[in-house]
């Protein structure tokens, strides 16, 4: 299985394609944007896609920076880091980070925020191969590819990039299972996965589908209504695990 990783640097063919190139020697498939605007934007929407993050410490912040081709600014990296903030608190994904860089950017201003996100610095055009190296083995350990290592027979129904937001959630509800990390919220998304799966399969009626799925939506549309109680640890794991069935049905049905 190789390793995702999402790069965002303003120096497309000295950097980003050079990189690209030589990372596939090392089973790392890296995806780039030229300013944190994009790059962030791509991460929201897709981050169950990577396992990792590369950031350029002085780079183009917006898409218009990048049209205008303005020169990259000395506090780009900063605003990087915000945009990080807030997908992580948005998200609750947490992605191994570097920063390669040939910029010798403010160490004292930006290392408390650095250090708080254990990211590494590498050194542009003289690291790439400690950087390849630094990947791989963060990445390895990080929940969103063990758990696809763990359950890529079911996870290999949203091999379709259409399904990456469906995707997405299925990820947040395993991590939950995965790390005792049970609430509501966890029931919100299994539904959420269920509902986007009947939508997007209208053909599949009640009579023709899985037979755990009215379980799934009964069970859970009680526990989500505002008055109910809240459900038991043992509850949201059971129909967690349940539509982990329902998904392995779906691919066999896809597939027919």
């Known amino acids: 299985m190789n390793i995702k990783v999402l790069l965002i640097d303003d120096e497309e063919e000295t950097i980003c394609k050079k990189l690209q190139r030589n990372a596939k020697d090392e089973s790392i498939e890296i995806t780039y944007f030229c300013n944190y605007e994009a790059g962030f934007a791509e991460l929201n929407r897709s981050f169950s896609q990577y396992h ?3 950031l350029d410490a002085k780079c183009w912040k917006t898409q218009a920076e990048q049209d205008n081709d303005h020169n990259p600014t000395d506090d780009a990296l900063s605003e990087g880091l915000r945009l990080l903030a807030e997908f992580e608190h948005k998200t609750q994904c947490f992605l191994p980070v570097a920063v390669y860089t040939g910029f010798d950017f403010p160490q004292n201003y930006l290392s408390p925020q650095l250090n708080a996100i254990k990211a590494r610095i590498f050194r542009k055009g003289t690291d790439h ?6 990947l791989k083995e963060t990445a390895a350990h990080s929940d969103t590819y063990r758990i696809e290592r763990k359950y890529a027979d079911v996870l290999a129904v949203f091999e379709n990039a259409k399904y990456t937001s469906i995707k997405n959630d299925a990820l947040a509800y395993l991590k939950d299972l995965e790390n005792d990390g049970l609430t509501r919220d966890t029931l919100v998304n299994i539904r959420k996965v269920y509902d986007s799966l009947r939508n997007d399969f209208p053909t599949l009626q009640p009579d023709n589908i899985h037979p755990l799925t009215k379980a799934i939506w009964s069970v859970g549309s009680f526990y989500l209504h505002k008055n109910a109680p809240l459900p038991s640890p043992y509850l949201i794991k059971s129909l967690g695990y349940a539509l982990l069935d329902v998904l392995l ?6 597939k027919n």
Do not use: Q, R
């Open 52 to 54: 990792a993050l590369v």
């Open 249 to 254: 049905w779906f691919k066999a049905t896809l």
């Open 129 to 134: 191969a400690e950087l390849f190296t630094y």
